[in-house]
């Protein structure tokens, strides 16, 4: 029985669209994740996950300890839920409310960490938490700067860059009685983000190779120097580095204590543009042909799915199976309808499905209320997103 034959006899009883996760491919993902770490454990990145239930079979493997939010609301849900006594929000919040309810929750204080790297965020911390202990952790900017800083490779996030600055910066929070430095944290999005692979680009990905080896380097010097100052004046109980893309090299780095990693559990099409490593779809959507506009074109319902970043075609969904099929250059995925072209279409029939890949993992999961889980081709049982609970955090 070939991929797709598979999957539509585990899902022939349902109606599309619909997304499924394969847990045999999740499984494969997560052991590969595991190995590629070397070693070190792997803090689960819940939004490229998204699925509550998932996420409590990720963390039941060995390899896997602790997650990393995306917001404090979240994180404080998770937490009442149980699904883990360590949880770090990846990124700084400003949401007052949520603060007080932290500081307010001696278990959700112990359990929850809050991302930091300004005076500011210090300051609203200790007003909105009353001056009850939070736990904190610093934030540092793992970008690539070249030509004296003209140049710049990776997200824009911390203004935290130099060792003299973070030292700087964890001295000033050693002085607030209630906020507890526990940890720190590097997301290199110019290696972990940026596929070296890009197709039919070879010029590009030399240059995206040359760029990651340069900046891997200098990382592993600046975060080693950044540790030790840092590891001077406090008692860290982590340092967090990486992502589904750089996990080796992360892992390799003495002065990182874990890796943080969610997307190459559901493995998105984004992810094929890396040359060190592969990985099995796990999470897909399926949408039904509704109409045959041609002889080599048939409309699915829906599946204008785009995913966050750049605006360009990489982030629309990828037709996946039945092979060969292609959007049309002026429709693109639709809100309600999406066009697609090629020899495989003039197969298709009313009723019968498409199975797309989404670019970006967990975000998929604002798109559906549930998700069902698959192996072989077993329908397993049917699970919630985190939509389908009610919780839309972003």
Known sequence: ????????????????????????????????????????????????????????????????????????????WLAREGLSDDILVAYPTADRAAIAELAADPRAARAITLMVDSSEHLDMIERAGGGRPVRVCIDIDASYRTLGGRVRFGALRSPLHTAAQVGAFAEEILKRPSLALVGLTAYESQIAGVGDAPPGRPARARAIRAMQRRSRLELARRRAAIVRAVRDLADLEFVNGGGTGSVESTAAERAVTEIAAGSGLYHPHLFDQYSGFTGRPAALFALPVVRRPGPDVVTCLGGGYLASGPGDRVRLPQPYLPTGLSYHRDEGAGEVQTPLLGRAAATLRIGDRVWFRHTKAGELCERFADVHLIEGDRFVRTVPTYRGEGRTFL
């Open 1 to 76: 029985m070939n991929l797709r034959d598979r999957y539509d006899a585990a899902t022939g009883g349902l109606e599309a669209p619909f997304a499924v996760v394969d847990l045999a491919a999740l499984r494969a993902n997560a052991a590969a994740l595991v190995r590629r770490a070397a070693g070190k454990p792997i803090r689960v990145a819940s939004k490229s996950v998204r699925v509550r239930a998932v996420l409590e079979e990720v963390l039941a493997m060995d390899g896997f300890a602790g997650i990393m939010a995306f917001t404090l609301p979240e994180a404080l």
